[in-house]
Nanobody, 116 residues
Framework: QVHLVESGGGLVQPGGSLRLSCAAS????????MSWYRQAPGKQRELVAA???????NYVDDVKGRFTISRDNAKNTVYLQMNSLKPDDTAVYYC??????????WGQGAQVTVSS
């Protein structure tokens, strides 16, 4: 059974940092592209960052230079390091695992709130 479990969300002040983790099980993690999406209230879910099975990364323009996605295949975990957080980063962050669009899995989401 596939599981993606996000952790590390919470409340942080503007300019602060958080690291999200997504622990995966039930599939061959190293073969999957992993991504982080976010959905703010009243908005569509959007891709934030992605990392391929080979380690190549890409980011939405708004988070470039502030967020870093990484993966540890030995731990079946993908991370999102978020620095210089802004109120506009407030959203529920979702972990996604994708295998050539044949398989697509989602986590339950982690709330990130940036507020003073």
């Amino acid at each position: 059974q596939v599981h993606l479990v996000e952790s590390g969300g919470g409340l942080v002040q503007p300019g602060g940092s958080l690291r999200l983790s997504c622990a995966a099980s039930g599939f061959t993690f190293s073969r999957y592209a992993m991504s982080w999406y976010r959905q703010a209230p009243g908005k569509q879910r959007e891709l934030v960052a992605a990392i391929t099975s080979g380690g190549s990364t890409n980011y939405v323009d708004d988070v470039k230079g502030r967020f870093t996605i990484s993966r540890d295949n030995a731990k079946n975990t993908v991370y999102l390091q978020m620095n210089s957080l802004k109120p506009d980063d407030t959203a529920v962050y979702y972990c996604n695992a994708n295998y050539y669009t044949i398989r697509d899995y989602w986590g339950q989401g982690a709330q990130v709130t940036v507020s003073s």
